[in-house]
């Protein structure tokens, strides 16, 4: 065990495989985990042909943006359209996508619903953002307002800067106890790339 410490300090990595060097524990969906590989493989879709592939030892959630970017590169264009299932559905790397020319078409998962969200007609995809004046309308029409600030919200090692949106119309709504349970009112994020998959959405 001191010698596996020994290695994990050297090597960086949080994990080791004492079966397989190469193999890493990996979630492949909900609490099911495995120690195993993740092929990435990108195909042409006119001729049917893998042009790239690549080993990973993480989860689909990471990949998209270097695979594809290392793809349009090997096929030498300024822009490439790229099509992928729903488990590769991650903001940051569509925005990275967005920023390299690379057209993400990949299938939007099911959101995860707040409780503090007790019905459907409130959820976050009911209210509308006006890009210009930076706000939201929610579906009674009243306008939430952010004070500019960006916030660092933390998933695990990840950091992601977002926006919070808010309004005092909260108080007297009728319709509040429908709407949120959160003592503070109805509080909305957008984050910094919340543009690359509104656009994504939208071509899906």
Request: glycine share 4%.
């Amino acid at each position: 065990y001191l010698e596996i410490k020994r290695r994990l300090e050297e090597s960086g990595e949080d994990q080791i495989s004492t079966t397989d060097p190469d193999a890493r524990s990996m979630i492949l969906h909900g609490s099911v985990i495995e120690v195993a590989y993740n092929v990435q493989t990108a195909v042409d879709e006119k001729n049917k042909l893998i042009v790239h592939y690549d080993v990973t030892n993480d989860n689909d959630k990471k990949a998209l943006h270097g695979v594809a970017l290392e793809t349009k590169q090997i096929l030498d264009k300024e822009e490439i359209a790229v099509l992928a299932d729903k488990g590769y559905h991650n903001a940051e790397q569509l925005h990275a996508c967005k920023n390299d020319e690379i057209i993400t078409y990949v299938a939007v998962p099911e959101i995860p619903r707040k409780n503090e969200i007790p019905t459907e007609n409130y959820y976050g995809d009911k209210f509308i953002y006006a890009e210009k004046k930076d706000q939201y309308i929610c579906p009674e029409k009243q306008v939430l307002t952010t004070n500019g600030n960006w916030y660092k919200k933390k998933y695990k090692r990840y950091v992601t800067e977002i926006k919070q949106y808010k309004t005092g119309a909260c108080t007297t709504c009728p319709v509040r106890s429908q709407c949120t349970t959160n003592p503070r009112g109805r509080i909305l994020e957008r984050s910094q790339y919340s543009r690359a998959v509104e656009e994504n959405g939208e071509r899906i």
